[in-house]
């Protein structure tokens, strides 16, 4: 069945850096758009990033942008998330997401999601 | 960016009852080209991803049961869940994908 699951969380050091993953099975990964959408501990969702199904086209949240890098391996069906400078504000569940051939779809489905706690 | 206000930000409903969620559009989201509104709804229940409904404000997805239901255009949208039922508790969320991608603040639904 089509599935993605997300690892890589943590807990890490304000300043630090950290790589998410997101495995997907069950659909064709590579014709795909991915996203990743964060909420924290209580709060709503966030949309964060988005990646064409080739990964020429990149695009991110004005809150993250330049601090957090989309890429994705179409040869391993996986998306990455790479989040430097990590701040408090990071701490969130992570899901990541696909909406299918087209960016401006809905997301369907979303994986379980991976913890990333900043503390000191 | 285009802002999404539900309302309520809560409600208790009794049991076979009716829950009707409320979302607003800080701007329309209607497609002239297809008459198509880009506005979904989702279900996320506790440690869990969220839940696909709705898509284009009314087709409801395969596999969901018929008591939910999505209507409006332009830039106001109702969930209604119908004949409310336990595992219906979780907290429901609208989403634009017209213009990037936005959520509601969610509203949680209990059982009275």
């Known amino acids: 069945q089509v599935q993605l699951v997300e690892s890589g969380g943590g807990v890490v050091r304000p300043g630090r850096s950290l790589r998410l993953s997101c495995a997907a099975s069950?659909?064709?990964?590579?014709?795909?758009?991915m996203h990743w959408v964060r909420q924290a501990p209580g709060k709503g969702l966030e949309w964060v990033a988005v990646?064409?199904?080739?990964?020429?086209?990149?695009y991110y949240a004005d809150s993250v942008k330049g601090r957090f890098t989309i890429s994705r391996d179409n040869s391993k069906n996986t998306l990455f998330l790479q989040i430097n400078s990590l701040t408090l504000e990071d701490t969130a569940v992570y899901y990541c997401?696909?909406?299918?051939?087209?960016?401006?779809?809905?997301?369907?489905?979303w994986g379980q999601g991976t913890l990333v706690t900043v503390s000191s | 960016d285009i802002v999404l206000t539900q309302s309520p930000d809560s409600l208790a409903v009794s049991l076979g009852g009716t829950a009707t969620i409320n979302c607003k559009s800080s701007q329309s989201v209607l497609h002239s080209s297809n008459n198509k509104n880009s506005l979904a709804w989702y279900q996320q229940k506790p440690g869990q991803g969220p839940k696909l409904l709705i898509s284009?404000?009314?087709t409801r997805e395969s596999g969901v049961p018929d008591r939910f239901s999505g209507s409006g255009s332009g830039t106001d949208f109702s969930l209604t869940i119908s004949s409310l039922q336990a595992e219906d508790v979780a907290v429901y969320y609208c989403?634009?994908?017209?213009?990037?991608?936005?959520f509601g603040q969610g509203t949680k639904v209990e059982i009275k």
């Open positions: 069950g659909f064709n990964f590579r014709s795909y758009a």
């Open positions: 989403q634009q994908y017209y213009n990037s991608w936005t």
């Open positions: 284009w404000a009314s």
């Open positions: 990646i064409s199904y080739d990964g020429n086209n990149k």
């Open positions: 997401a696909t909406s299918g051939g087209n960016y401006f779809n809905c997301f369907d489905p």
